[in-house]
């Protein structure tokens, strides 16, 4: 099996998942920087892994591999979700000319959309691309160069009746059409929600103005966000901007 810690295409380091292998292995701060230094052959002191697992500060790729390492674990157990193709492939665990193999094209073609980040297969060869590599919907739509598109779909689905855009919005997005109408819902809601503010001075009705602009102009991650946190039924539902 080939190598799945090529530093240069992981995804981001993550946090809460670095933090949650140490604490399944029952290893404290001490003995994991440790190990990492012993596997780097430079001192690594528990402080700043704590800044790692913290957010306060952030891995290199050469630290991610040493981490891993310390932890008996791949490199892509300690990242968070690919956005890009490299990053989709390492996650895959596959080489270049195995991806390509897999998706039905030649090695000088893959290379060349992982390169430029843009994908524009056959049908066939995104269907392969969607069941082998598996990218998650954000970083599809943006590959194949739909994010501006997508924007402006959603833009209009939440301002108007959503439920008519749910056939439109399915055909950039692959997923199921439940869980797109589930997510259009919660946008048009929360955009409702601040569109009808009314403040009791034009500096409140202002500032609702804004927050519904701004809702609008960053859409998309509202979308993504919706889509990878059900909405609890027990809570009503809250806007977020996805970082």
């Known amino acids: ?96 000319g195995e991806t390509a193999a897999r998706l039905g094209m030649t090695h000088a073609r893959w290379e060349e959309a992982e390169r430029r980040n843009r994908w524009q297969g056959t049908a066939a060869q995104t269907g ?37 855009y749910v056939t439109s919005v399915t055909r950039l997005v692959p997923l199921d059409p439940t869980a797109i109408q589930a997510a259009l819902e919660r946008l048009a809601l929360g955009y409702q929600r601040l569109d009808q503010a009314t403040g009791t001075s034009p500096r409140a009705a202002a500032e609702a103005e804004a927050r519904a602009a701004e809702f609008l102009e960053h859409v998309d991650l509202h979308l993504w966000h919706a889509l990878r946190t059900p909405a609890d039924p027990a809570r009503p539902d809250r806007d977020h901007r996805d970082s």
Do not use: I
Request: hydrophobic share 45%; net charge neutral; proline share 11%.
């Open 1 to 96: 099996m080939p190598s799945t810690d090529n530093p240069s295409t992981l995804p981001p380091f993550d946090p809460a998942r670095a933090r949650a292998v140490r604490q399944q292995l029952g290893l404290t701060l001490g003995q994991v920087a440790w190990a990492v230094a012993a596997y780097r052959g430079a001192p690594l002191h528990p402080e700043t892994l704590l800044a790692w697992e913290s957010g306060t500060a952030v891995p290199d790729e050469a630290e991610v591999k040493g981490l891993a390492a310390a932890l008996w674990c791949s490199p892509v157990a300690l990242v968070g979700e690919p956005a890009t193709l490299a990053q989709c492939r390492t996650v895959a665990g596959l080489s270049p």
């Open 128 to 164: 392969a691309l969607l069941r082998v590599l598996r990218p998650p919907p954000s970083c599809f739509v943006a590959v194949c160069g739909r994010t501006e598109q997508l924007k402006v779909l959603l833009r209009e689905a939440v301002a108007s009746w959503w439920p008519n």
